[in-house]
């Protein structure tokens, strides 16, 4: 499989499987998924979160252009350096790792300071399941595949 088709691959089964507990954990909170998705809309559109369903459009777009950057940037890593597919587990384990700790602690901040990070220990737990067991180790699994 050559890289681009990995990298769609790997940002629409790793983009699907974290925008749906996305939404089942707005849903749970008494939240609504099309909130939650017009909120990922105002991290580069500020208004977005008035913008009714094409806001939440807006954010689903979103969503799934930040999972292809992340996508991409693992995909071309392993392609660089071969022990990233051989050891694809602990690959991608670190990567939801890593994932976790620019998002919660780096961007989620910078566009939000009053808001994140969240660091009790839900938060945590849930976010790194999600970063880990949805995005990494699925993105980390497909990069390796030939």
């Known amino acids: 499989m050559n890289t681009g ?3 769609l691959l790997a940002t629409l089964v790793a983009g699907t499987l ?3 507990a ?3 954990l707005a849903l749970l909170a008494g939240g609504a998924p099309d909130k939650m998705l017009r909120g990922v809309a105002s ?3 500020a208004d977005a979160k008035h913008w009714g369903a094409g ?3 807006l954010g689903l777009a979103v969503h799934f252009a930040i999972m292809a950057a992340m996508a991409a940037v693992f995909v071309l890593a392993a392609d660089r350096w071969p022990v990233l597919k051989t050891r694809w587990l602990a690959a991608g384990i670190g990567y939801g790792l890593a ?3 620019v ?3 780096v ?3 910078l566009r939000w300071p009053a808001v994140f990070p969240h660091l009790d220990a839900q938060s945590v737990a849930t976010s790194l399941f999600c970063h880990i067991v949805l995005v990494g180790l699925p993105i980390a699994r497909i990069a390796a595949r030939r």
Do not use: C, E, K, Q
């Open 5 to 7: 088709r990995r990298i």
């Open 18 to 20: 974290d925008i749906t």
């Open 22 to 24: 996305a939404a089942l």
């Open 43 to 45: 991290g580069p559109f």
């Open 55 to 57: 806001g939440a459009l």
């Open 99 to 101: 994932t976790w700790a």
């Open 103 to 105: 998002m919660n602690l």
């Open 107 to 109: 961007v989620l901040p």
